[in-house]
Structure formats: C-alpha cells, structure tokens
C-alpha cells in the first residue's frame, strides 16, 4: 500500500509544530521564565533548543523520512542486520498510549473551560466561587468523562479521514486559528494598564533574580524547558518524518517547528503576565494559573466573557493540536504493523483510550486516595513515567542510531537530513564529537535529573 504524504509543506510544519504546541507551552513556560530571570532564562532557553533540541529533531525526522514508516519498521528498515534497535519503537507506541491516557482528561479541562466562558457560566462570580469552579470540575466524574470523551471521539473523528483530507486540513485552519487569537489577546493584554510591568518581569533579563534562584538552577530549567517542549523520544515526531517530502533539508524544517513552538510559548506570557499584573495577581504554576488565577483576571476584565472564552479557545486549540497527531501516530503504528485498515484501527484505538483515560479521571474523586509512584496521583505518576523516562531515553536511543556505527551511523544520518534544499547541517568531525559525546551527556543529565 502507498504510503500517504503531506498535502504540502506548510501542512508538514504546521502539523508538527501542532505536535509540539502543548499545554505545557502555556501554562509552564511563562511561569518558569518569570521564576527565572525573564529574559536570562529566555536567552539560555533559545540556546539549548538550537543545541538540543532541533539535532534530536532532525534524527527523529530523518529515521521517518529515510524509514518510510512509523517507528517498529523504521528501525527495522535502517538497523544494522541482527540488532534490535526497533524494540525502542515498541516502547514509543506505549509511550504515546501512555500520553494519551492523561492528556485528553487535561485537554477535557480546556474545552469545558471554555464552554463554561461561552455560555456565561463565571458571570457575576465572586472570587472564591471562581476558584471553586474548577474544584467542582475535579470531584464530578461524570462531567470529566464527558468532556475527556468528547476530546476522544472528536479526534479520531479527525484522523478518520486520513492525514490530508483529516489531520493536515484541520490543523491548518487551527493553527492558523490560534496564530490569530495569540495576536488578538497579546494586543489585548498590553492595552490593560499596568500591562507594562508585567512584560518587564517577564521578557528584560534580570540577572538579581537570575542569581537569586541560582544561575546552575536557571540554566536547568532551560535546558529542560527546551528538551520537552518538543515532546521528542515517543516517535510523536518520526511519523511526520515518513510522511514528509525529500525537498527540503531537515534542519531547516526542525529550526522552523521550534521557530513555531517558541513562538507560541513566548506568546502565551505576552497575554498572562500583563493580564495578571495588571489586577495585582502574582501568578501561580501549573493548572492553578489557568483554572483559577485567570478566570478571575477575566471576570473583573471589561468584556471578561469574551476574553476568556478566546483564550480557552486558544487552549483548546493548544491542546487538541497535540492530541490529534498522536492520535495519527497511534493509527499508523497498527496500519504498519497489524495490516489493519484506517477504519478498523479508528475505532479498536478510540476504545482503548476511552477506557485507558478512566484511572485518570477517576484519580482525582473516586479513586483519589491512590497514590502511585513517589506519592504522586494518576496523572502526575503517568507523566512522570512520560516526561522523566520515556522522553529522554528515547530521545538518547534516537541519538545513539544516529551516529554510533553500531546503529544506523552518523553519516547515514548526515545524508538524509542533508537531502533536499535549504540549511545543511555540516559534516565536521567537531559536530560528530559533540553529537557522539557531548550531546548524550546532555540527555543523561536531565534523564538522570528527572529521575531524583
């Protein structure tokens, strides 16, 4: 059977960046980067994604592209004769059903929110109430199911079309979508007065505050920030590889994705510090700036309806970008290796993620006396499991068959990154070095980091 390619390129990048753009780009970026120093922790954070994160991109990229499929194969195709490299792809097809199980109950979150906005529901709200809003949302399973399952359903209703006629068509006009209303809402943000002490704290470097957190903990968080936001390691990216085109060079497609990625990350605190600051609100990490610091800023906002319906568009957008291409991932993975029709892998993956997502939901009421690894509740011990060791360690076994001869070879990799037009990485025996021996060490450090 023909492999399905990208309808065109801006599809290619869009739907990748799509892949990238997560929740975790809203609602963590800023917050660390205002923790940090604003602008230091911005400049070590571009450092580390042009050093890190796009040359494990374009190898994830090139393992598709030259494997012509998703993971399993892929390895099977480029791996040196009675190795086992492809074992790594089973684990990135657990790894993404792993992802799923959690992200579609947050991404849930995100389309009731705005729901909530659109229909009035925080009009007239008192603070307290507001923040209670999502309390109530976390001890209803009923309507977290709902909404994890609407999030489910309307996905591979998506990808049931196929990757041009579904997922490329979609994103483009979400992304597109969501350029737009970071555009709308970062305007907004600035004409809020006050706005510009927010932008301050957040974007002109301040090396006081850099120093106080300590300058080896600010440059951690950068090089983490930079290394997950791309969600590389699971294969979510090789899949756009095999569909991708042999016209253009990798690493300028991998520099425009983290372009689109930073860009939104970057973005998201150009509405929320001037937002917060502007009502006196210091803001809070993780779903707390979202679900309770926000939707108040909104309600005591002129047109606070509208405004917080537009952002948790933008959210949902954010999220559902993400959802949808791992689904593409998941579908792929059984149309490779099982022979199974798009149909038929549609609807036996929509059942196993339906079912999968319950532990998560139900960890937060029914079952939220359950503590799993470290402590931690069902979903943070899921993305523990996600982000702490799948992510890096895939992302080293991806390095690690990119230039050591007893893999795919660094020039095997230099070749099909290099195919195309556009910007050529260079075949320099220092860039070998430092991909061979630097690099890895860089990946063992936040694996190792993320594990303690």
């Not at 497609?253 to 609100?281: H, K, N, Q």
């Not at 022979?339 to 319950?358: C, D, F, H, T």
């Not at 690690?400 to 195309?420: D, H, M, P, R």
Request: proline fraction near 3%; hydrophobic fraction near 50%; aromatic fraction near 14%.
């Amino acid at each position: 059977m023909k492999r399905e390619r990208f309808g065109s390129r801006l599809g290619f990048l869009l739907v990748s960046a799509g892949c990238a753009i997560g929740i975790g780009n809203v609602w963590r970026f800023p917050y660390v980067t205002g923790e940090n120093g604003g602008g230091v922790f911005v400049l070590f954070y571009l450092l580390f994604l042009l050093i890190m994160g796009a040359p494990v991109l374009t190898m994830e990229l090139a393992v598709g592209r030259a494997g012509r499929s998703s993971a399993i194969k892929a390895y099977k195709k480029l791996e040196p004769k009675g190795s086992k490299w492809h074992l790594h792809g089973i684990f990135c097809m657990l790894g993404c059903y792993l992802l799923m199980m959690y992200y579609t109950t947050v991404s849930g979150w995100m389309v009731s929110y705005f729901y909530k906005f659109l229909t009035g529901t925080f009009e007239g709200m008192k603070e307290e109430e507001v923040g209670n809003v999502f309390g109530s949302l976390l001890a209803n399973p009923g309507e977290m199911t709902f909404w994890m399952a609407v999030t489910v359903i309307v996905g591979f209703l998506v990808v049931s079309f196929g990757l041009k006629n579904g997922l490329e068509r979609i994103t483009k006009v979400m992304m597109s979508a969501l350029l737009v209303l970071i555009v709308v809402l970062a305007i907004h943000s600035f004409t809020l007065p006050g706005a510009g002490k927010g932008l301050t704290f957040y974007l002109v470097p301040d090396f006081d505050r850099a120093v106080e957190q300590g300058l080896g903990n600010v440059i951690m968080a950068a090089m983490n920030q930079s290394f997950f936001t791309l969600s590389l390691g699971i294969a979510a990216m090789e899949i756009f590889g095999s569909y991708m085109s042999k016209e253009n060079t990798l690493g300028g497609e991998a520099l425009r994705i983290c372009g689109l990625d930073t860009l939104v990350a970057i973005a998201s605190g150009l509405i929320i510090f001037p937002a917060c600051f502007s009502f006196g609100i210091e803001p809070n990490d993780g779903p707390a700036l979202i679900f309770n610091t926000l939707p108040n800023v909104f309600v005591n906002m002129a047109g606070g309806r509208i405004w917080g319906t537009l952002f948790f568009l933008f959210m949902t957008f954010a999220s559902f970008s993400t959802v949808i291409a791992v689904f593409e991932n998941l579908l792929a993975n059984c149309i490779d290796n099982f022979n199974w029709s798009r149909k038929k892998a549609v609807v036996i993956n929509a059942v196993i993620v339906l079912v999968a997502s319950i532990p998560c939901v139900l960890g937060y009421n029914i079952w939220s006396d359950l503590k799993l690894i470290g402590g931690r509740d069902v979903l943070d011990s899921e993305d523990f499991i996600v982000s702490n060791l799948l992510l890096p360690l895939g992302s080293l076994i991806y390095l690690l068959f990119c230039v050591s001869k007893w893999g795919w070879g660094f020039s095997n990799y230099i070749e099909e990154a290099n195919t195309g037009k556009g910007l050529k990485i260079p075949n320099s025996n220092i860039l070998k070095c430092y991909f061979k021996y630097v690099l890895p060490v860089l990946i063992l450090i936040i694996l190792i980091q993320g594990l303690i």
